[in-house]
């Protein structure tokens, strides 16, 4: 037992290791601007314009699962307008970044690991290497940019739709005026509750990319070692996510 106790520390250590010199290597092909600029924006369609739509789905019915469940909670106890007040707090702190960030860690994490791996395993990044592309500025750097950048825009109109769709159950379902509805929406806003939002999502957005194209690179074993590092990049971009989410909440919401 303490064997493999050992083992598992030292291979935890090396891990740390192996990720910070993978950053440090990151940092050295920022000046690199000539490769990394003409292959950012493409990777910004791919993540961004690409994940839209599984992310406005999800948000649409959790605008209207939000004004159901607050109508439900509510009912003869607090005035029905706070329903705008929880649709928007919860969408704009915590529901719209944290549930489309956890969406596309499956789909924008699991597909970069996907495409790395099998580069990798095909020997792909060291043809590059061989042609002088560093592959840290040629694969890393544009696909991690795109996500810092794109995974805000996605939260923002994740929010927005999901703001509009718990207004129109309000309409519709509860029998909310549309004037109650913003009464609500608008009572305990704060300026700092689109910021934070924003910003926890730009961290994710960086932090699910970072992990995909870790575990990509480090991908072994051919067709089976990319399905290991798939999944293993969808799991750790999930864990991390909500670890990142209970640390912003605890540093900026106090």
């Known amino acids: 037992m303490i064997e493999s106790l050992g083992r598992r520390t030292v291979d935890a250590i090396k891990a740390v290791g192996g990720f910070g010199h993978f950053v440090g290597d990151l940092a050295r092909a920022v000046p690199d601007v000539a490769v990394w600029g003409r292959l950012t924006p493409v990777q910004m369609r791919r993540v961004g314009v690409d994940s839209l739509p599984v992310a406005l789905f999800i948000a649409a019915f959790t605008g209207v699962v939000l004004a159901l ?15 705008g007040t929880l649709v928007g707090k919860t969408m704009m702190l915590e529901l719209g970044p944290v549930l489309a960030g956890l969406a596309l860690a499956g789909r924008v994490g699991a597909s970069m690991a996907a495409e790395l791996g099998t580069m990798k395993v095909t020997e792909q990044v060291d043809a590059l290497e061989t042609l002088a592309y560093d592959p840290q500025s040629f694969l890393v750097l544009p696909r991690v940019l795109a996500g810092t950048t794109m ?23 509860l029998d909310l005026s549309t004037q109650e509805f913003l009464k609500g929406l608008k009572l305990f806003y704060r300026f700092k509750d689109t910021w934070f939002g924003l910003f926890k999502s730009a961290t994710f957005g960086c932090t699910i990319t970072l992990v995909g194209c870790v575990v990509g690179l480090s991908t072994r074993g051919g067709a089976e070692g990319v399905g290991r590092s798939t999944t293993r990049a969808v799991v750790y971009s999930a864990v991390l996510l909500l670890v990142l989410d209970a640390f912003w909440a605890l540093v900026l919401l106090r």
């Open 69 to 83: 469940q607050a109508s439900y909670t509510f009912t003869g106890t607090v005035p029905l307008y706070f329903v």
């Open 151 to 173: 995974f805000p825009v996605i939260v923002a109109l994740s929010i927005l739709t999901g703001i509009v769709t718990g207004w129109i159950a309000s309409l519709v379902l």
